[in-house]
């Protein structure tokens, strides 16, 4: 006879704060706990406008609160096709200025796809392969573009992918042109972790803030799980945490639900 065992699996963790100010302190907070309790921890990390406070936030606990990342592996989620590391649109170059030059961290042990590879696809399989070899990623941390997108796995791409070579949407070079200078100047392709590979993360982290942001939101948490909506895969994960601010979380139809969760948790439940 087999005996009953009462037990729940971790679900989507939907958070609301009231600033991106405080929703990025509190992402900080959980990267930094993953890298205490582990510190030779994998990290998957995102590049934008989105993360830059958390980054900030990162630093200052190194310098002030000695957050140790010597033995600290990342992985990044994407790169343009095309552009080196040294050009200043490329997110080798994002995460060299805006986190890894500030921290103790051995940049041998920070991976960014080659978006100038000879081979893309050997480049691709090989990113898959170092993420193996590095034991997996225990958190990733994610962005979300205005169509619902994670990576840069647009819409319609499949659930299952693994690091590819994507085109990159209208919308999405729309949002991203401005840095760039025009539309036209800006990489139509990148190398990004693939859905399944972001799914195979022992814990996602994402962070959506302002009111562009809105029906994403909606579609990734409240909605159907649809390729239409690449963010939706996170509902299949068994821990995703969602940082959101009151902006991004207007559209969101169990909202003082998700606040009701975060009030009544257990004390060891609370990031402090």
């Not at 590049?47 to 002030?64: D, V």
């Not at 693994?162 to 539309?183: A, C, M, P, Y």
């Not at 996170?234 to 009030?263: C, F, M, P, V």
Request: proline share 4%; glycine share 8%; charged share 25%.
């Amino acid at each position: 006879m087999f005996a009953l065992v009462s037990f729940s699996l971790p679900a989507m963790e939907v958070l609301i704060r009231e600033n991106p100010d405080a929703g990025c302190i509190l992402g900080a907070k959980i990267i930094a706990r993953v890298v205490r309790d582990k510190p030779d921890a994998v990290l998957g990390l995102a590049t934008g406008r989105t993360p830059l406070r958390l980054y900030q936030e990162l630093i200052r606990l190194h310098r002030e609160e000695g957050l140790d990342f010597s033995r600290v592996t990342t992985f990044n989620l994407d790169e343009y096709v095309g552009l080196p590391g040294t050009h200043d649109q490329s997110y080798r170059y994002f995460m060299d200025e805006n986190l890894f030059r500030h921290i103790n961290i051995d940049r041998n042990r920070t991976h960014v796809p080659d978006g100038t590879a000879s081979d893309l696809h050997a480049e691709c399989r090989g990113y898959e392969q170092r993420i193996a070899d590095a034991g997996g990623i225990d958190i990733q941390l994610l962005g979300l573009g205005r169509n619902g997108h994670i990576g840069f796995n647009e819409p319609t791409g499949s659930l299952r992918s693994r690091t590819w070579i994507k085109i990159l949407s209208e919308q999405t070079l729309r949002d991203n042109s401005e840095v760039f200078g025009s539309l036209e100047a800006m990489p139509k392709h990148a190398l990004t972790m693939g859905i399944g590979t972001i799914l195979d993360a022992r814990r996602c982290l994402l962070l959506a803030f302002g009111p562009a942001k809105v029906r994403a939101v909606e579609h990734m948490i409240e909605g159907p799980l649809a390729a239409i909506c690449p963010g939706s895969a996170l509902q299949l994960h068994s821990r995703a945490t969602i940082i959101l601010d009151e902006n991004s979380a207007a559209g969101l139809r169990y909202a003082d639900h998700y606040r009701w969760i975060d009030k009544h948790k257990f004390e060891w439940q609370r990031i402090k």
